[in-house]
């Protein structure tokens, strides 16, 4: 007698590294986000992988992969659809349009937080690895060679790669 399969939803990532853009497909078992915070999970599994190098002095153009294991603390930012996460991320009452300087990139966009949650505060009481950004803008800090997406209405951006950020004012 063997097992039942399991069936996996497929979700089409863009995932940005410092230094490659991998285009790829995630199969998790379960909820998207419980995948990709899981606190006894180092690394996760991507499929159909097309790997570019990013910068100009990269040797690597573009290589499928089958199947690639990436650390997530290598992560820098995950562009995916809303509609997969499933209502999965929570979406808090204040809003703050805000510039994050990351390896490589600055992105611009919304994020949410707590009504009383102070801005210097925000990103160590959020629980989880990643900080949703909503209307994400994403400007390279270097020349590439492949440009990730440079709009995004959903965007995930890893928590520990963030070196600094600031409030965009509403003027």
Not at 1 to 30: D, F, R
Not at 95 to 124: A, N, S
């Amino acid at each position: 007698m063997s097992l039942p399969e399991v069936a996996c939803k497929q979700y089409s990532l863009e995932v940005l590294t410092e230094h490659y853009l991998i285009q790829c497909v995630a199969e998790p078992i379960g909820m998207l986000m419980t995948y990709l915070d899981s606190p006894d999970r180092g690394n996760l599994l991507l499929k159909e992988i097309i790997l570019t190098g990013l910068g100009t002095d990269s040797m690597v153009n573009s290589i499928k992969i089958k199947e690639l294991w990436v650390q997530r603390s290598e992560i820098i930012a995950i562009c995916l659809s809303e509609a997969d996460l499933q209502g999965e991320v929570q979406k808090l009452p204040a809003q703050e349009k805000l510039r994050i300087f990351l390896p490589r990139f600055i992105i611009q966009g919304t994020l949410t937080h707590g009504e009383d949650t102070r801005l210097g505060d925000m990103f160590e009481v959020m629980k989880g690895t990643w900080a949703a950004v909503k209307n994400a803008q994403i400007f390279p800090l270097t020349s590439l060679r492949a440009q990730p997406l440079r709009e995004a209405p959903f965007l995930l951006v890893n928590k520990d790669r963030i070196r600094f950020y600031e409030v965009i004012s509403a003027n």
